[in-house]
């Protein structure tokens, strides 16, 4: 197979209208036609720096490293063929990816560029909006659009314009779907266009993947008060999610997984490298970072970024490509827009790996400078360590050296591992990690593990490791005893290496919380958690949780808000501020959150239960039987959803003995101890069943075994599986917690 090389580029393609039929009556005179094309043209190109790629019969292929040369020379070679006759052309221009492979030339850029072009009128030039969006600070260069065409064998609609300067022929308007008024030209600088994913196929081959480019609509800067309004069908800021927040803030941020190119080795890399770009933007408190979850919802998708930007309560985006090359060496292309224009690019080729988290923290910091913030010096500080000495009080000096841009003093260094191997086990643990499947919690802990096997003082393993743990005991796949002392020596680790580490002190707030019911402990860690990373979703999603138990309803949503602003479209997070919101008087929005999270994330389980357990209580049970059931498909391990199904059944009075079967094989094995069964299950199995003696013994046997259960029965939210309605009963068992007597402490003060 010849060797191939890949690059991003502007192509054009041309083509002579009318040749076909000249060929047909006078080959001669088309020949010469050909000829005369050549002459003229080459020399126009070479002065733009273009590559003339290839001849197609009467089409040419000429790629170019600007988009603006690109849309200069098709300008210049327009002029040239008006004085040749015959010569009336039709020229098509897109940026993307072309694959040299021996004498061929493919990539869907060339495929785009090719449907494109004979959208051109005679004698014109048509222009995808990402070339439209490269030009739009020159106004000499007017446009009108045309449209947002369906192209053969291109995957994604986008829109395309024509060029209306220099005398330019205006094309046909082929549909009007923008809202902007038919016919009109319009400078470039002044339309708007939005990129969406370049995701179409070549018709014969299908070779890489471009880079997802995207932009919101320009909105001019104005107060944080001025920019209120609703985020529909997000979860977020209308009467759903129960509160009101920025629609658009101008420091919001979503940072969506790059575009791995290459083959399938690259994936990891186009999630580990926004995602420690996030991390590091995380820190900045004055920053809305939108999680990884909620952006991920994007990665493929075809949304017009106005319509992703809304979904997502964020104002700048940063998308990319990344991948991976020899020796441990990566290339990396990022993108900064803001409305409808682009705030800064950059592009590194063939980082060693020992540079690479070095320039991730370079590119936050320079995401941050242009959004008008500063990443603490603890992470900056990292990227030049030997610059930070003496540097001076610079900040706001935009033309001070990178290096030294916002650095107050001499700090340790913030790079988590320089192990290659280390980080790709800690990339590969959390791509298994964010399933959150039984299956996928085991395969995160061996990544983890290896990761710290491949380097021990690498504090974002150790972190994660904890969390693996901790998570395990939360959705009881091991017992708390076995997990959560593991757990907590995982997060002290991490700690200890980096005293910083926001997401440690979160998973030592956790830990304290449900297992150590050191509620005084857990508040101060939560609080240093949001300290250090502010971005962090889960931080408030657990802190919430702190407040369930100390039973501070108005609190508790006021924290699962900030957490859900910062992971709109997270399933889990959608499912727990829905609860938030219900146990707050909001049962309505509650469940419309529900249901707009099992409807996007159908693979999801939490939303699910959570749908399934209203009804169930509600006395739907004909509408919870099929949430069980979908359950049950999705995780057949999940005991608790077998339960479920069986106890819908015999409310609903069918498939009685099989249903009592199933009830009674789970109910001997939690007696005998043979298989783990969630506590809280059998208290709301023995509730059902009219035996309220045998559920007083399983919140006995909770707080024995340090159930996270133990700590969350304080709450007595009446819609959980372990709620009981004898509360004074329900106290004295859970004396040993403690939860009384701290909240008879903090009552004192």
Known sequence: MPNSSRKLAAIVFTDIAGFTELSAHDELKSLKLLENQRRIFQPIVSEFGGQWLKEMGDGLLLSFESSLNAVRCAVELQMAARAVEGLAL??????????????????DGVNIASRIEPLAPVGGVALSEKIHQDISSHPELTTKLLGRPDLKGVAQQLNVYCLTSHG????????????????????????????????????????????????????????????????????????SSGGSIEAIGSNSIAILPFQAQGDEKNAIWADGVPDDIRRHLSRVKELKVISRRSSEVFRNDL??????????????????????????????????????????????????????????????????????????????ASAYPNEYQQAPNDSANTNAPRALLAARVKMPPDIPTENFKAWVAYLEGRKQWIKRTDEGLRRARE????????????????????YVDMIMAVYNVERPEDVMPRAKRAARRALELNPHLGEAHAAMGYIQLLYDWDFAA??????????????????YCWYGQYFQVVKDDKKRLELTQMAIEREPLNPVIMAVHAKSLKINGAPDEARALVERAIENHSECSLPLKRRALWYFKDGKYAKALPLYRKIKALQPDRIWAQAGEAMCLLKLGEDEQKAQATLDLILSKADSGEE??????????????????KAYR????????????????????DDDEGS???????KKILEPVGMQKYKAGLNKK
């Not at 008024?181 to 018709?203: Q, T, Y």
């Not at 292309?333 to 063939?350: A, C, P, R, Y």
């Not at 857990?522 to 931080?539: L, Q």
């Not at 783990?676 to 003696?693: F, V």
């Open 447 to 466: 990544k983890f593990t290896q990761a710290i096997g491949f380097d021990e003082n690498f504090a974002l393993a150790h972190c994660y490791l904890a």
């Open 168 to 239: 330019l022929p205006e094309g046909e308007v082929i549909e009007n779907n923008l809202g902007q008024p038919e016919g009109e030209a319009v400078g470039v600088s002044n339309s708007r266009a939005f990129w969406v994913s370049a995701a179409g196929a070549l018709g014969f081959i299908i070779i890489g993947m471009l880079a997802v480019n995207l932009f919101t609509p320009s909105v001019e800067d104005q107060n944080l008060e001025d920019q209120q309004s609703s985020i529909k069908g997000s979860g977020v800021g209308n009467s």
């Open 724 to 730: 009981l309605p004898d509360r004074i009963r329900v």
């Open 90 to 107: 039709r020229i098509g221009i897109h940026q993307g990816d072309i694959v040299l492979q021996g004498s061929e030339i493919l990539g």
């Open 303 to 380: 949304k017009t970024a106005k319509e992703i930007a809304e979904r997502l309560g964020a104002r700048w985006l940063l998308v990319g490509t990344v991948q991976l090359m020899a020796e441990e060496k990566l290339s990396i292309s990022v993108e900064l827009t803001q409305g409808n224009e682009i705030k800064w690019s950059e592009k590194w080729d063939e980082i060693a790996f020992k540079d690479l988290l070095r320039v991730q923290e370079d590119i936050a910091r320079e995401i941050a400078r242009k959004m008008g913030q500063t990443v603490p010096p603890i992470q900056i």
């Open 676 to 693: 783990l069964i969630p506590p809280g299950l059998m208290i709301w199995i023995h509730r059902n069943l009219g035996e309220p003696e």
């Open 522 to 539: 857990s508040r101060e860690s939560f609080e240093k958690a949001i300290k250090y990373n502010p971005n962090h979703a889960f931080t």
């Open 698 to 717: 399983w919140v006995k046997h909770s707080v024995e075994r340090r159930y996270p259960l133990a700590a969350w029965l304080h709450s007595n939210d």
